[in-house]
């Protein structure tokens, strides 16, 4: 048996022990190169990232097909091979270095835990356009005339067109100027519901309203999701009338124009009217472009012009379908060790349009998340606490939060009923474990690839 024979025979042995999809996913591209005199087996992974799962993940299973099949082979040493780099047209292009710190989709990093603002969400890395323009203006006085301008400030638009970056980038300016002496909360209305829900049964509904009422500035994103449960209703409304009474700046942002949300009073409602409510468009191809530009220069990415115009006349009315879009260039440039031309990107992009339109559902994402780690489903789902299903499961109810945005006790009751509490802190969890290992955020990168492109 030549090596690779040898390494075909061992791949038949390991596809019958673990799922298709990981399978595929991870041994699709490696080889079998060397096979040393003191009986170490040399396995080329196409990359860092599949080296480091069959070393942590597959050893044992490699070493037991490859023994059986060769009693000489005693250790594995695995190697990064780019296979697609060695052929000679791939040769002609500049190869790419991506430092791999600068992960792509960097989850919301260094969130302060006390005004729940991300650093990354400012005026300077906002692209004004024509489409986004007034609110920019707006924000800026803002933040400047801190309560004494424009409050409230309403500021509403489309899904990804930088209501969340604007409203962010507020509070942070804001802190930028006072520092610590002016009090600083943004929160989604989500949340805000959610604490207070908790604080209504812990009985600490008078500290959670003490805190609210100490803001210089309260940024309060996404209220169409405020529901019209009267308690919640009428703490905001209390808590909004109090600060504005003393001056403090309150900004909120919406999908909509507050005429438009029934679940807000009316007298909530009349009092937006008397500060200033502006709405965020979608943006031109210009700003598209600059958008873009600086996103890839943000990560230090060398993406060619033609690339970018072909993107940005692609994508039109989400930015943040403008950077997923870009990330998934970065990664596949990463992956492959070069850039994509045009062409791929298009193949690309479609992969993109085609599942923004598409329905994906929590079934299917749960099914991927069991798969991808070689559980069932079931093992998903029940109450098991074993190490290895745990975390798995935690990754699944972070999947169906960030991406198919379901509510708390909507993922708790797919999950065996479990509480929602529950599935805030394994969200929790999985957001903060991101960030510290590089790993991590990688295995969930490519489950997310699968989900989007299966
Ligand atoms: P929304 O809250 O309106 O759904 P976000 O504020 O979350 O949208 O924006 C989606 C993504 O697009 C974010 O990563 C944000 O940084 C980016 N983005 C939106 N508008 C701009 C802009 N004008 N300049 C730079 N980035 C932007
Ligand atoms: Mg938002």
Redesign the pocket.
């Known amino acids: 048996m030549n090596l690779e024979e040898l390494w075909q025979a061992a791949l038949g042995e390991i596809e019958l022990g673990i799922s298709r999809a990981s399978f595929v996913t991870w041994f699709k591209n490696s080889r079998l190169v060397e096979k040393r005199e003191d009986g170490t087996a040399m396995i080329a992974c196409h990359n860092n990232f599949s080296k480091e799962w069959l070393e942590s993940k597959y050893h044992k299973s490699i070493l037991r097909a490859l023994r059986n099949l060769d009693q000489d082979i005693r250790s594995i040493e695995y190697v990064i091979h780019d296979v697609s780099v060695k052929t000679e047209r791939h040769r002609q292009e500049p190869r790419l270095v991506v430092p791999f710190e600068n992960q792509l989709n960097l989850p919301e990093i260094h969130v302060d835990r006390e005004t729940n603002l991300n650093p990354?969400?400012t005026f300077e890395?906002?692209?004004?356009?024509a489409s986004?323009e007034l609110a920019h203006a707006a924000a800026l006085a803002a933040a400047d005339g801190l309560g004494t301008k424009y409050n409230p400030l309403f500021i509403y638009?489309?899904?990804?067109?930088?209501?969340?970056?604007?409203l962010q980038a507020i509070g942070n300016a804001v802190r930028l100027k006072y520092g610590n002496k002016k009090k600083v909360r943004y929160v989604t209305s989500e949340k805000f519901t959610d604490d207070l829900v908790s604080a209504i049964r812990k009985q600490s509904v008078s500290e959670f309203k003490a805190n609210f009422r100490q803001l210089d500035l309260f940024l309060i994103?996404d209220i169409q999701f405020f529901t019209s449960k009267e308690k919640t209703q009428e703490e905001f409304f209390h808590t909004f009338n109090s600060l504005y009474e003393r001056n403090k700046q309150v900004v909120f942002?919406s999908d909509r124009p507050p005429r438009a949300i029934p679940a807000i009073e009316e007298r909530l409602r009349s009092r937006f009217q008397g500060g200033m409510i502006v709405d965020?468009g979608f943006?031109d191809i210009e700003?598209r472009i600059a958008?873009l530009k600086?996103?890839a220069q943000e990560v230090q990415f060398e993406i060619k012009d033609d690339v970018i115009e072909f993107v940005a006349t692609k994508i039109q009315k989400n930015?943040?379908e403008?950077?997923g879009a870009l990330n998934r260039i970065i990664f596949h440039a990463k992956m492959r060790g070069r850039q994509p031309s045009v062409q791929e990107v298009d193949a690309l992009l479609s992969e993109i349009l085609h599942h923004a339109t598409r329905i994906i559902t929590a079934k299917q994402v749960i099914k991927m998340v069991a798969d991808f780690y070689d559980l069932s489903e079931s093992d998903l789902i029940k109450k098991s606490r074993k190490r290895d299903v745990v975390k798995p499961r935690q990754i699944a109810m972070f999947l169906l939060r960030e991406e198919l945005k379901t509510s708390y006790p909507a993922i708790g009751e797919k999950f065996g009923n479990r509480d929602h509490t529950t599935v805030i802190h394994a969200c929790e969890k999985i957001k903060k474990e991101i960030v510290k290992e590089q790993q991590l955020g990688q295995e969930i990168d490519l489950i997310k690839e699968k989900i989007f492109t299966s």
Do not use: A
């Open positions: 990354k969400y890395t906002f692209i004004v356009g986004n638009g489309g899904v990804g067109l930088g209501k969340t970056h604007l994103d942002t965020i943006p700003t958008i600086s996103k930015i943040r403008l950077e």
